[in-house]
């Protein structure tokens, strides 16, 4: 695979700044951009795939969310928020020097772009929601709690993993080379030996907050967005239901939806049917003027 490019850019927090990563494909003259955000443990490299696939046609851009992959960790729990993250993708976007893009989430990074393309003069042209909607299950949350912040100090890499692909079982089916790809994008060495995640343990504290609570339901933010929106859903999802994706298509931006068969939470593009959706979709849902 070719190696894409890669910068910082500094953004704001309360009391300082820190560096966002992001990394680019195709074309950094091209006006069609992509831009791909990931979920609450992963890093930009999760659209590594979709990028090579899609960056004749497009400037892809993946970032790492504060506090994951290549970005600053923020100096505060509180910090993780939506809030924060859309503050931060607006400067990427400032960055990038286009006036709009189209927005690919994957879960975390789908709350993101729900957040942001309610707001008046949002830059985001078209939406794509991967495998999460304006209804957060508590079972998901849960499940998700169990693991996150807890991993401890892999011997290896081998464990490291292993331990990979248990958890991300609901993934589906990668081959053997994409969960070595998957695991070294997803640990970085331990100053005493051996390797940990690579994201900050103090997300962790966010999600503990929530465990054992109720769905949360954003559907006020979702009726603010207007623009064209596909909600790609996970066949076997525990996040995002079909009674939600039904919902979906019924009010608010009224979005197209798609089912990957065989997947959980999330779809990972690592294949070119699910790359396919994506594709579809921006080739046959006219952006708005």
């Not at 003259?29 to 590594?48: A, E, S, W, Y």
């Not at 939506?82 to 879960?107: K, M, N």
């Not at 939470?265 to 003027?289: K, S």
């Amino acid at each position: 695979m070719n190696a894409p490019r890669e910068a910082f850019v500094l953004c704001s927090h309360p009391g300082g700044l820190h560096r966002v990563h992001y990394y680019e494909w195709g074309d950094p003259t091209n006006p069609r951009v992509l831009l791909c955000v990931h979920g609450v443990t992963r890093n930009g490299l999760d659209f590594r795939y979709l990028a090579e696939a899609l960056s004749a046609d497009y400037r892809v851009v993946s970032v790492d969310v504060a506090g994951r992959g290549l970005s600053d960790w923020l100096p505060e729990a509180s910090l993780y928020a939506v809030p924060q993250y859309v503050a931060d993708l607006v400067t990427v976007i400032a960055r990038l020097g286009v006036e709009r893009v189209d927005w690919l989430g994957t879960s975390m990074g789908g709350l993101i772009g729900m957040a942001l393309a309610s707001l008046p003069g949002n830059p985001i042209a078209r939406l794509m929601l991967n495998d999460v909607g304006p209804l957060i299950s508590a079972v998901s949350i849960n499940r998700i709690a169990e693991y996150i912040g807890k991993e401890p100090v892999f011997p290896d890499l081998a464990a490291a993993e292993a331990h990979i692909r248990r958890v991300s079982t609901p993934f589906g089916a990668l081959s053997d080379a994409q969960w070595r790809d998957f695991t070294l994008s997803s640990v970085r060495p331990h100053p005493q030996g051996g390797f940990v995640m690579r994201y900050d343990p103090k997300l962790a504290e966010s999600f503990q907050a929530l465990v054992g609570g109720n769905d949360i339901p954003l559907w006020p933010l979702y009726e603010q967005i207007h623009c064209p929106t596909l909600v790609i859903r996970g066949a076997e999802s525990d996040l995002l239901s079909r009674e939600t994706v039904q919902h979906m298509q019924a009010c608010g931006p009224r979005a197209e939806a798609a089912e990957i068969a065989g997947v959980g939470h999330a779809p990972m593009f690592h294949d070119a049917a699910q790359i396919g959706v994506v594709q579809h979709f921006l080739q046959h849902t006219p952006a708005p003027v």
